[in-house]
């Protein structure tokens, strides 16, 4: 069975801190998606990728294809960054399976 | 440029009424979705377009129909809605399937 499992649940820290989220998945995919939903439900795209590393901002998206493994690293936390992440994976047709997601909350 | 719109943003609705979620995308994308969200649970996918005068059944399609009126639209109907389909729904595109997902802003529905 296809399936997306994201660690932690939840995840508190200082304003400052270096934050990892986790996401592992059972099969090969074609790409990996991370979300971000905010307080107020809205859904934005942050990363699309396949493999190797990509950058915005203070946010890090990294995937290891062989581990079946991707992170996400927020540098410099800041409270703004306070959402609930999720990451999504094609396992190689239309359909997305979504994981539960990582409520994040940065503390001033 | 207004993205994925999508309306209403709440209804309640009593058991076995109906209703359509409108949803509208304005950056000319082939591949259009709608999810619904249920607390503890990910998103999952109801039904998607591929592309213009196609729709295919996702993961949880029992008691939702959908018409892709054309490239720019995707809406979803409850015939008869139930208490079990209390939930989040939102609408997505993207330019291809393996392509970025925007998302609409949701709407929250509540079945009595």
């Known amino acids: 069975k296809n399936e997306v499992e994201q660690s932690p649940q939840n995840l508190t820290a200082q304003e400052g801190e270096f934050i990892t989220i986790n996401c592992s998945y059972s099969?090969?995919?074609?790409?990996l998606h991370w979300l971000q939903q905010h307080p107020g439900g809205g859904i934005v795209s942050l990363f699309m990728?396949?493999?190797g590393k990509k950058k915005h901002g203070r946010l890090i998206a990294t995937i290891n294809i062989q581990e079946k493994h991707s992170s996400l690293h927020i540098t410099a936390s800041h409270p703004r960054d306070s959402a609930v992440y999720i990451c999504a994976v094609n396992f190689g047709n239309e359909k997305l399976t979504f994981g539960t997601g990582t409520r994040l909350t940065i503390i001033p | 440029n207004a993205g994925v719109t999508q309306t209403p943003k709440f209804q309640v609705l009593k058991t076995g009424q109906s209703m359509t979620l409108q949803c509208a995308q304005d950056m000319n994308h082939n591949s259009m979705y709608w999810y619904r969200q249920d607390p503890g649970m990910g998103l999952r996918l109801i039904y998607y377009s591929a592309s213009e005068g196609t729709t295919d059944k996702g993961e949880v399609p029992n008691g939702y129909n959908v018409s892709r009126l054309n490239k720019r639209e995707f809406s979803l109907r409850l015939e008869s809605a139930a208490p079990s389909q209390t939930s989040v729904y939102f609408c997505?595109?993207?330019?291809?399937?393996?392509?970025?997902?925007?998302f609409g802003n949701g709407t929250r529905l509540t079945v009595t």
């Open positions: 990728l396949s493999s």
């Open positions: 099969v090969g995919i074609s790409a």
């Open positions: 997505a595109s993207s330019e291809q399937y393996n392509s970025p997902l925007h």
